[in-house]
């Protein structure tokens, strides 16, 4: 079920600086090879750039940060980047709770926990429960996570619900949908960015990302840092946000 966050849903009053930003952190692996480094050691560097875009985001105005992490579809990958992920999430979490707390982020995981190792899933709610109090940014990581199997969850849910008698099937609004995704309480990403050059969505917050502004950067993910992230924001205050309406 959704979880309210007391988010205020009206536009902002300053339209061209986004309030929530999502990531496609793409290219760690490239990163590593075109220095003939193991793909591991990219997404170690990838662990660093997270860290340096947290720290910005409160100072241009963000209040939302989703970082996609892990898709469904990486447990393709290698049995070997698969832990060394693993391991880079634990070492994150174990590492970075403090520093966390004390920049004033509220973590918030997203994506499917049941396949992930349960020490994993302890030290996720571990963190989230810690974090909660903080009100500077909400930080948002997709683990495990892919946008359709998100939408799937959420209709059996409410599917359920409707089944059982709690509710109507006339009560199955977008709205109602909207606050059964994992992102329930949170307001819809304005600006999606992919790093690496990669113009795709693969499977990320397809249904929050209907009136997203798109920007994607040649920047490798360990390479973004916080002057990558103001020019990303410079394209997106030069758009222009219309929402299916009219241009005035
Ligand atoms: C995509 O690059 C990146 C990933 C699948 C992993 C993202 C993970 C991190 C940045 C590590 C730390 C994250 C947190 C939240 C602590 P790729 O491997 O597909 O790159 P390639 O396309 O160049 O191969």
């Not at 990581?141 to 209709?155: F, T, V």
């Amino acid at each position: 079920m959704g979880r309210p966050e007391n988010f205020d849903e009206t536009p902002r009053a300053e339209p061209r600086r986004p309030r929530h930003v999502a990531i496609i952190m793409d290219g760690n692996g490239r990163w590593a090879t075109r220095r003939g480094l193991p793909r591991l050691a990219g997404h170690r560097k990838g662990a660093d750039a997270v860290r340096a875009v947290v720290e910005s985001c409160p100072d241009f105005g963000i209040e939302v940060l989703t970082l996609f992490a892990f898709s469904t579809e990486n447990w393709k990958r290698s049995t070997e980047e698969v832990s060394g992920l693993m391991n880079l999430f634990r070492r994150y979490m174990r590492r970075e709770s403090a520093e966390l707390s004390r920049r004033g982020a509220k973590v918030r995981f997203i994506g499917d926990r049941e396949g992930l190792a349960p020490d994993i899933r302890e030290m996720m709610a571990g963190l989230e429960a810690q974090t909660a109090g903080n009100d500077r940014l909400t930080l948002v990581i997709a683990i495990n996570y892919g946008g359709r199997a998100e939408i799937a969850a959420a209709a059996r849910r409410l599917a359920r619900r409707v089944a059982s008698g709690e509710i109507d099937a006339e009560a199955l609004t977008e709205a109602a949908l909207t606050n059964a995704l994992d992102t329930g309480g949170l307001p819809p990403p304005d600006l999606l960015i992919r790093t690496s050059g990669e113009q795709r969505i693969s499977n990320f917050l397809l249904w929050q990302c209907a009136y997203a502004e798109f920007v994607f950067v040649d920047d490798l993910w360990p390479d973004f840092d916080r002057a990558a992230l103001a020019r990303a924001l410079a394209q997106y205050g030069a758009r222009e946000r219309r929402f299916g309406a009219v241009a005035t």
